[in-house]
C-alpha cells in the first residue's frame, strides 16, 4: 500500500468533498493509522484512548464519530470487551462510494429539516410505538432521533415511509448503512433474538412496501 498516495487522497478529495472539520480529520486518520495501516479494517477503540490520542472530551467524540460515520469514513460494527469496534474506509473506497452517488453532496442537517415540526415528530413516535425501530428501546419525545431507512446520503427521501423513530446509540451507530444490514447486525451481536429479528424485518418490509406504493 502506498501510504504517501492514500494520505494525499484523503486531502485532496475526501476532505474538501465531505467538509471535514480539523477535528473530524484528526480522528479519522487516527483510525486509520491504527487499522488500514496495520493491515485491519476493523479497530476496537475505547473512547478515553481515542480522546487522548486526538486530545478530545469523550462527549465530542461521540459526535465528531457520528458525523464521519454518516460521511461514509467509517461504521460501527458493534462492541466487544475492549470498546467500541469500528470500520475504517479508505479514501479510495470514499471517493468511489461518492462518485455512485453515495454522499451526492446533500447537506444532511439541511435534509432534516423536514422532522423538526414537533407534530411529525409525535407523528412518528407514536407510529413506531414510542419504540426505537431498531433494537426497540422505549423512547421519550426528548430522546427521539429520525433515522432514513435508506439513507438520505443514498438517495432516501424526508418522507414518513422512509424515516422511523431511533434511539441514539442506534442513529450513531447505523451510520450510511441501509437498515436491513443494521438489524442483521444486531442480531449477530446478539442484541436482538430470532424472533425480534423476524419482526423488525417484518416491519421493515412494510414501509419499504409502503413507500414503493407512493413513488
Known sequence: MNWKRVWAEAVDYVVPLLKLKVTEQAIYFYLMRHSRMVGSRLVTVLKKTLGEGVQRSEFNLNEHLGRLARKGCVAFRGHNQRGVVLEVFLPEEIVDWL?????????????????????????????????????????????????????????????????????????????????????????????????????????????????????
Open 99 to 215: 462518485h455512485r452517488g453515495g454522499y451526492k453532496k446533500v447537506n444532511l442537517d439541511e435534509a432534516l429539516l423536514a422532522y423538526k415540526d414537533p407534530a411529525k415528530r409525535r407523528a412518528l413516535l407514536r407510529r413506531d410505538r414510542d419504540r426505537c425501530f431498531y433494537c426497540r428501546k422505549r423512547l421519550e419525545i426528548t430522546e427521539l432521533h429520525v433515522d432514513h431507512l435508506e439513507p438520505i446520503s443514498a438517495g432516501g427521501s424526508t418522507r414518513m415511509e422512509n424515516s422511523v423513530a431511533c434511539c441514539e446509540r442506534c442513529n450513531r451507530e447505523k451510520g450510511p448503512a441501509h437498515a436491513s444490514r443494521y438489524l442483521y447486525m444486531l442480531y449477530r451481536m446478539h442484541r436482538l433474538s430470532r424472533e425480534r429479528y423476524k419482526e423488525r424485518v417484518r416491519a421493515l418490509r412494510k414501509l419499504q412496501l409502503a413507500a414503493a406504493e407512493k413513488m
